[in-house]
C-alpha cells in the first residue's frame, strides 16, 4: 500500500461483507415465502423482507464503491486522500443511518414508520428501491456529496487518469440522478416516469462507468497491461453504454402510459445495452491473455474474469432476452425480470465489488495476495456462489416462462394464484441453489481468516515476444 | 507463453476467422459463416490462420447442431403447444448459445495474440 | 483496437456520443411530458385518489404487488384489478377488509391493513385512476394480470 489513507477502504469493505450477509439471509427468508406463504407471517411479511433484501443491497454496493474509490483514487493519484477524517465520519453516518432505517423497516409496521419520519413533508416513500424515509435519503445526498467532494479534490488536486476521471463521472452522476428520487408526483405515470431515471440511469447507465473504471484498475495492476491500451478499451466501453442505456431507458416506458413512440426507441436501443457487456468481456479475457506479470493474487484474477462474463451473461444476455416490446408485452413483471435481476447485479455489481475486495484486501493487510490456501478457499467461494446464481437464474426463467404461457399467452388463462401453484417446483429449487449461494459466502467469508504461507510475486518479467 | 513468433498476416487472417466465427454466432449468422469459410480456403495446414479458421468452423458445426437439433428435438418430443417444451427450450438455448459466444470471445482474443486456444 | 483506432478517437465517441444522446434524451422527457394529458388519466386525479396513492405508498403495497407491471412479483398485478373485480370498488374494498388478521396456514395472504371506510374508499379510487391509464396495447394481455 503506497498511501496511508488508502486503508480507509478496509472499514468500507467489512461493512459491505457484513451487509451482503444480512442480503443473502433475507433472500433465503423471501424465497422460502414464495413456497410457504405465511412463514414469519405476519412479523415480517414478505414485503418487509424484500425491502431489506433490496435496500441491503443498494447499501452494501455503495458501501463498497465508496470502499473501492478510497483504495484506488489516492494511488491513481499520487497522493493522500484530501480528507481521511471526512472519510471517517462519513462512513460511521452512513453505517448508522443505513442501521436504523434496517431496523425501522423490521421493528415498526411500514405505515408507521412514514408517519414518525414525518413523510408528509416531503413525501418520497413507499416506491420500489426508494423505500427510504425521506430524511435517510437526505442522509444519502449528504453522505454522496461529502463522499465526492473528498474523492473528487484528491483527484483534481493530484495526477489525473482516465480512471479517476471516469469514476468520478460516475459517482457525480449517481449523485445527481439520485435527486430524483425526491420528485414525488401524485401523477402515477409521471412518478413512474421520473423514478427511472433514478433506477436504470443507475444500473444502466452512471454504475456501469463506475464498474468499468474499478476493472480497468484491477486488470491493469494484475496483469501489467500497458495503460494506453486499458484507457482505451475503457473509453469506448463506456461510450457504448451510455450510447445505448441513455435512450435504452425506453424499455421502462413501453407500459406506463408514456408516448408509443417509445416502443421502438426502447427496442432499439436496449437491445444495443449488451454491447458493452460484451465488449468488457472481450477486454478482460484480452488483457489476461496478453498479461506481463503472473499476480500471486489469482483470485483477483477470477474475479476480475468472472464479473465481466457474468455481467454480460446476466445483463447482457438476460436483458436481450425480454428488451424488445413485442417480447416483452409478455414478460413485464413476471419472474424473467427477477431471474435478469438477480444474475445481473451479481454478475456486474456484486462481482466488481468482490473483485476490488479481493484485489486490496489482502495489500490493505501487509501482504501482496492472500495465502495460497485462503485463495483456493475463495475460489471455491466464487464457484459456488457464482454457479448458484445461475441455477438461481435459470429456474426463474423457468417459472417465468411457465407464469407467461399459463397466464398471460394461453387462450384461457389462469389466475396469478392458480399459476404460482403450478410453478412452485422452481420456487423451491431456486430455494435449493439459494442455500447454495449461502454456503458460498459463508466459505467467502471463512476465506479472509485462513492462515498459511505468504505467496510473493515472481519477479513481474516482462515478455519481449508481445505482440502489441 | 509462446515459442514460434507467427508472422503478422497469418495472425490478421487468424483474427480474420475468429472474428468470423464470433459474428456467424451473434449478429450476422450464415454470411459470416461463408466468409469464414473463404479464409478457410486461403490458409496452409499446420499454420495458425489455419488452426483458427478450422477452430471457427468446428465451433459453428457443434453450435448448429447442438442448439438446432436439440431444440428440434425438444420441440418434436415435447410437443409445440406444451408449456414444459418452451421452459426447456428458451432455458437450454439461451444459455447454451452463450457457453458458445463466450467460448469463441476467448478463441477470438487468443487468435490476436497468434496463439492456439490453450499453450 | 490496433494503431489505427487511437485513444483519442475513444474518447471522442464518449464524450460526443454521451452528450448527444443525452440531450436526444431530454427532448424526448419534454415531448413525453406535453404529450402525456392524452393518455395519462389526470382528469380523475381526484384529492381522493391522491389520498389514495398516499396510502398505497405508505403501506409499501408495491413490496408484494406490482402497478403497470412494475414492483415486487408476489402478488397479482393492480393496474387492471378494477377491471378483474367487475369494475366495483365495492369488490376491492371487500376483498382488502376481509383478510385475516393472523394469514392463511401455509398460503400467502395479504396482511389485514385496519383501513377506515374513508381510507377503504381513497385505495379504491387509486385503483380505479390507475386503472384508467391508457396503455400502450392495453397491456396487460389479457384480465388476469
Redesign the interface.
Known sequence: MKYESQSIAKLYFIAAIGLFVGQILFGVILGL??V???FL??EI????A??VHTNLLIVWLLFGFMGAAYFLVPEESERELYAPWLAKLMFWIFLVAGALTILGYLLVP??TL??ITM??LL?T????FL?QPTITKIGIVVVLLAFIFNIGMTILTGRKTVITLVLLTGLVGLAVFFLFSFY?P?????D??FWWFVVHLWVEGVWELIMASLLAYVLIKVTGVDR??I???L??I??MA??SG??G??H????????????W?GSVFSALEPIPF?MM??FA??VV??RRRDHPNKAATLWALGTA?MA??GAG??GF?HTLAPVN??T????I??AHGHMAFYGAYVMVVLTIISYSMPIMRGREAANARAQVVEMWSFWLMTVSM?FIT?FL??AG??QV??????ED?????A??EKVEIFYWMREGAGLIFLIGLILYIISFFVKGEDVKMLGSSV?I???S | ??SV?TDELQ?KRASDAALASLLNLTILPVISFIALLLIHRKTQADTIDHYHAVLGVKINVIAAVVLFLVSALMILLGGFDS??T??YV??YF??VH?IFI?FA??A???A????RLWS | ?RET???GM??N??YG??VF??L??IG??V???Q??PK????EN?TEE??AG??L?????????H????????????LGNVYTRFGESTEAIKGFIKSRP?????????M?Q?NFTDQELEEIAQFLK??DG?????D???????
Not at chain 1, 416513500?125 to 420500489?128: I, N, V, Y
Not at chain 3, 393518455?39 to 389526470?42: L, M, Q, V, Y
Not at chain 3, 403497470?68 to 397479482?76: C, D, H, I, S, V
Request: include cysteine.
Open positions: 415465502q414464495y410457504i406463504g405465511d407471517f405476519p411479511p414478505f414485503n418487509v424484500r425491502m411500514y405505515a412514514a408517519e413523510n408528509d413525501p416513500m413507499g416506491r420500489e423505500e414525488n401524485h401523477n402515477l405515470v409521471l413512474k416516469y494506453e491500451v484507457e482505451k478499451w473509453y469506448i463506456i461510450a451510455l450510447i441513455i435512450i431507458t425506453g421502462h416506458f413501453f407500459w406506463i402510459g408514456a408516448p408509443d413512440y417509445w416502443q426507441l460484451f468481456t472481450l479475457f484480452n491473455n496478453k462474463v454480460f451473461l444476455v438476460w432476452l408485452f409478455y413485464h413483471g413476471t419472474q425480470t427477477a445461475v435459470l426463467t423457468g416462462i411457465l404461457y399459463l397466464q398471460r399467452y394461453s388463462p389462469m389466475s396469478f394464484m399459476t404460482q515478455s515476444e508481445e505482440t | 507463453m509462446k513468433k495472425i408449456p414444459w418452451w421452459v428458451i432455458s439461451t444459455i452463450t463466450v470471445l476467448w477470438l482474443v487468443r490476436w495474440s497468434g496463439d | 483496437m483506432f487511437t485513444k475513444a474518447r465517441i464518449y456520443g454521451s444522446f443525452f436526444v434524451f424526448l422527457t415531448d413525453t411530458v404529450t402525456l393518455t395519462d388519466n389526470r386525479l385518489v391522491v396513492k398516499r398505497w405508498e405508505h403501506n409499501n403495497c408495491i413490496g408484494c406490482t402497478l403497470l407491471g412494475e414492483g415486487a412479483y408476489f402478488a397479482p398485478e388478521v393472523d394469514g392463511i396456514p401455509g398460503r400467502r395472504s396482511p391493513f385512476y390507475a391509464i391508457k396503455v400502450a396495447r397491456w396487460p394481455p389479457n384480465i388476469q394480470g
